[in-house]
């Protein structure tokens, strides 16, 4: 079923699947202005999210070759950077990243939209940070990921503009698996984890070419971190990844072998 939907064709095909497998949708954060957000669900559970961005006039105009940085935003820069970051994950073996399910133009009340399909993913770092307590092995898990999560988006030249907890969602598997990156040539390995973190929203993400602004957005980034999770300064005080990696392999979690 899912496998049907995710390769729908257009809108009317991915309407006609819906409707063929009973998908009910239901809209979410209605005081969102610059997207619309649907939640899709099955007789039992939800298993889709619908991201609608709308598609404005200057869109159209940039349809064919759209600016990968500054002022002019388009929606075709948000889905170049999703599907950019993607690729980056696979070749690093990495999990750590929202698939992107499919992308179609919709039709909304006579306007025309951006449709991204994604999974259901409900949980949010700001939640797990409300709701639960966490082990020393815990912290270090989430600072080992959201470090790759980084290091990924500097190696693209993608600055996210927009880093907060609300933006890390978590994925609670059930089953404890072991994630995979690659980093300076070696394959490492973060053994037994049940929550996986990716980063959303790239609606203003762009291009950057200068990588010292992509470290010191995640740098300030990892400082409110720390404040919030009521540590000591660890990344926040380095200088580059490189510096910052150090400090994860003191954590002794990671395990590793050339490839």
């Known amino acids: 079923m899912i496998y049907d939907i995710i390769h729908s064709k257009d809108e009317n095909d991915f309407k006609k699947k ?13 005081e969102n202005i610059n997207s619309i957000i649907e939640y899709g669900k099955d007789t039992y559970n939800y298993i889709f999210c619908l991201k609608h961005i709308p598609i404005s006039n200057e869109d159209f105009m940039y349809i064919h070759n759209f600016p990968k940085f500054g002022e002019i935003i388009t929606c075709w820069r948000e889905l170049y950077i999703y599907q950019k970051m993607e690729n980056i994950h696979k070749n690093n073996n990495s999990e750590n990243y929202l ?51 980084g290091y990924y988006l500097y190696q693209g030249n993608i600055k996210h503009n927009d880093i907060h907890i609300r933006n ?11 994630l995979i990156f690659i980093y300076n040539h070696k394959k490492y390995t973060l053994p037994l984890q049940d929550k996986i973190l990716y980063l959303i929203d790239f609606g203003v993400s762009e291009i950057e070419e200068n990588n010292t602004i992509i470290f010191q957005e995640w740098k300030l980034f990892f400082s409110k971190l720390e404040e919030l999770f009521q540590i000591p300064p660890l990344f926040s005080k380095k200088n580059s990844f490189s510096e910052i990696f150090d400090i994860i392999l003191s954590f002794h979690i990671l395990e590793t072998e050339l490839f």
């Open 99 to 149: 698939p992107l399910y499919n992308s179609f133009i919709s039709l909304r009340k006579g306007r025309p939209y951006l449709s991204l399909l994604f999974p259901y993913i409900p949980m949010t770092l700001q939640d797990i940070m409300t709701f639960s307590s966490f082990t020393k092995f815990d912290i270090n898990s989430i600072y080992i990921q959201l470090f790759f999560l």
């Open 168 to 178: 890390i969602i978590i994925n609670i598997v059930t089953e404890k698996k072991n």
């Open 18 to 30: 819906c409707k063929k497998y009973n998908i009910i949708w239901s809209e979410v954060y209605k």
